[in-house]
């Protein structure tokens, strides 16, 4: 029996709740090409309507208003660069050589933040930030959420087992980040000629692993 019929031979019409899941798909990519090319304030919801080969009212029907679609935007792809991820708090814990655990997970974590349409975005968020500073908090939060909270944990576990001496785990975490993932980062947000390759890249990786371990290390921490 055909699949586009049901059990009694009826042919089966998509819902419309599919068409709809279409049309906001559209929606949502035609938003961001808009938003990456033109900046938010600079994009009507008429030029997305348009690109997505929807109408205005369909647009407003799914997001309400241009503040809310821009956050969808953000917040999809957000969720679709973190996602394929593996847990690396759960790496970190069972880690036999916990260096190279490290350098392999914020090297993913730096190239990722180093992608070009996160980039893009990144300097969207900030440049309206101050208009909108719900868009700074939801950047914040996803971004804490996949990337910090997993290494507080597994840093919690670990010290708790001998493995890391660390008296202040939040702090840790923020040292771990700050010279790995945020100098390439912070270069790449303000300075759109700065490409830096793979070895650069793991180089200052290596370079902030091995100074989180002397201070954190249980040699170091005695």
């Given at each position: 029996?055909?699949?586009?019929?049901?059990?009694?031979?009826?042919?089966?019409?998509?819902?419309?709740?599919?068409?709809?899941?279409?049309?906001?798909?559209?929606?949502?990519?035609?938003?961001?090409a808009?938003?990456?090319?033109?900046?938010y304030?600079a994009?009507?919801?008429?030029?997305?309507?348009s690109?997505?080969?929807?109408?205005?009212?369909?647009?407003?029907?799914?997001?309400g208003n241009?503040?809310?679609?821009?956050l969808?935007?953000?917040?999809?792809?957000?969720?679709?660069?973190y996602?394929e991820?593996?847990?690396?708090g759960?790496a970190?814990?069972?880690?036999?050589?916990l260096?190279s655990?490290?350098?392999?997970?914020?090297?993913?974590?730096?190239?990722?933040?180093?992608?070009?349409r996160?980039?893009?975005?990144?300097?969207?968020v900030?440049?309206?930030?101050?208009?909108?500073?719900?868009?700074?908090?939801l950047?914040?939060?996803?971004?804490?959420?996949?990337?910090?909270?997993?290494?507080?944990?597994?840093?919690?576990e670990?010290?708790?087992?001998?493995?890391?001496?660390?008296?202040?785990?939040?702090l840790a975490?923020?040292?771990l980040?700050?010279?790995t993932?945020?100098?390439?980062?912070?270069?790449k947000?303000?300075?759109p000629g700065?490409?830096?390759?793979?070895?650069e890249?793991?180089?200052?990786v290596?370079?902030g692993?091995d100074?989180?371990l002397?201070?954190y290390g249980?040699?170091?921490?005695?």
């Open positions: 029996m055909s699949e586009d019929v049901d059990a009694y031979g009826i042919p089966v019409i998509p819902e419309a709740v599919s068409v709809s899941q279409v049309k906001r798909r559209a929606i949502e990519e035609a938003a961001l808009e938003f990456l090319a033109g900046g304030s994009v009507s919801v008429d030029t997305i309507a690109r997505a080969g929807v109408s205005k009212p369909t647009v407003y029907k799914h997001f241009k503040e809310r679609l821009f969808a935007v953000i917040g999809s792809v957000l969720n679709g660069a996602e991820l593996e847990p690396h759960t970190l814990t069972r880690a036999v050589d260096r655990a490290l350098i392999e997970v914020q090297l993913e974590w730096t190239l990722i933040q180093l992608d070009e996160i980039v893009r975005l990144r300097r969207l900030i440049g309206e930030v101050d208009r909108f500073p719900q868009l700074g908090r950047w914040f939060r996803r971004s804490y959420a996949a990337m910090n909270a997993p290494l507080v944990e597994a840093f919690a670990l010290a708790r087992r001998g493995v890391l001496v660390v008296p202040d785990v939040e975490v923020k040292q980040v700050g010279t993932i945020s100098i390439p980062q912070l270069a947000t303000f300075d700065y490409s830096p390759s793979r070895d890249v793991e180089a200052l290596v370079a692993v100074v989180f002397a201070r249980v040699v170091a921490g005695g």
